[in-house]
């Protein structure tokens, strides 16, 4: 089984709920494969309701 990033961006600002939501719907969903995994450390913005809903409904788990 092998690995493959999809989405990757290095951004020199602070990154925030809304930044990272942005991101998420533009950049990430629209390459992943269907049913996806995607996982992510404990940062806070990570953890908004919005974005886990958004990964959800697009058929992918956390």
Not at 3 to 10: K, M, Q
């Amino acid at each position: 089984m092998g690995i493959t990033l999809f989405a990757i961006g290095l951004f020199d600002i602070n990154i925030n709920s809304d930044f990272f939501y942005a991101w998420v719907t533009q950049i990430l969903i629209p390459v992943l494969p269907k049913n996806s995994v995607i996982i992510m450390d404990n940062a806070t913005f990570h953890k908004k309701q919005s974005i886990q809903q958004v990964i959800i409904d697009a058929g992918h788990m956390m």
